[in-house]
């Protein structure tokens, strides 16, 4: 059974980073055709697309915040990663590693990480 | 970016009421719409997918449908475990975008 499960600070600066790793068990994260990626969730914008990263590891980005975003795949750990750079107030949320899928051309996400919380906060 | 535009924001229903939800995209996306629901303090679930494709192991009282721009989840017969949020997201274009939401309540 495919289990994603999120890691790193819970708090984090303003103007730093925001680094986290998703740890994947029950699956092999090279495994061909299959997508990887990060959804956020605010009470204000609700749940937002940040991105996703193919087991080749082509990246797609959500364009409001492909300038700070960088999503990586560490296949020897079974991991994939998020950073955020210049992170402000806005970027608190509950932060969701997923694993999109697809049937007949219909793409959807069937697995969830149990989330972490990241307050933006000096 | 597509804008999907949830409604109601909130729903009051007992037990055993028959509940519409309504989702409505501001492009046509064909049938690429997805239903998840969401309990507190957990991540979303996947309930329907394609509009009308109920995921595995999900109850049959839930249903969706639609195509184009507008869509409906439909549960026939409220259960107590059914009291959560219902989010739609859009699948036919990146970023892949989500509604804003429906919170359900107990009346």
């Known amino acids: 059974q495919l289990q994603l499960q999120e890691s790193g600070p819970g708090l984090v600066k303003p103007s730093e980073t925001l680094s986290l790793t998703c740890t994947v068990s029950?699956?092999?994260?090279?495994?061909?055709?299959?997508?990887w990626g990060w959804i956020r969730q605010t009470p204000g914008k609700g749940l937002e697309w940040i991105g996703t990263?193919?087991?080749?590891?082509?990246?797609y980005y959500n364009p409001s915040l492909k300038s700070r975003v960088t999503i990586s795949v560490d296949t020897s750990k079974n991991q994939f990663s998020l950073g955020l750079t210049s992170v402000t107030a806005a970027d608190t949320a509950m932060y969701y590693c997923?694993?999109?899928?697809?049937?007949?051309?219909?793409?959807?996400?069937?697995?969830w990480g149990q989330g972490m919380l990241v307050t933006v906060s000096s | 970016d597509i804008l999907m535009t949830q409604s109601p924001s909130s729903l009051s229903a007992s037990v055993g009421d028959r509940v519409t939800i309504t989702c409505r995209a501001s492009q046509s996306i064909s049938s690429y719409l997805n239903w998840y629901q969401q309990k507190p303090g957990k991540a979303p679930k996947l309930l329907i997918y394609a509009a009308s494709s109920l995921q595995g192991g999900v109850p049959s009282r839930f249903s969706g449908s639609g195509s184009g721009t507008d869509f409906t989840l439909t549960i026939s017969s409220l259960q107590p475990e059914d009291f959560a949020t219902y989010h739609c997201q859009q699948s036919h274009s990146s970023p892949y975008s989500f509604g804003r939401g429906t919170k359900l309540e107990i009346k």
């Open positions: 997923a694993r999109p899928a697809a049937s007949s051309g219909y793409s959807y996400v069937d697995n």
């Open positions: 990263i193919y087991y080749s590891g082509t990246t």
């Open positions: 029950g699956a092999s994260i090279s495994s061909s055709g299959d997508y």
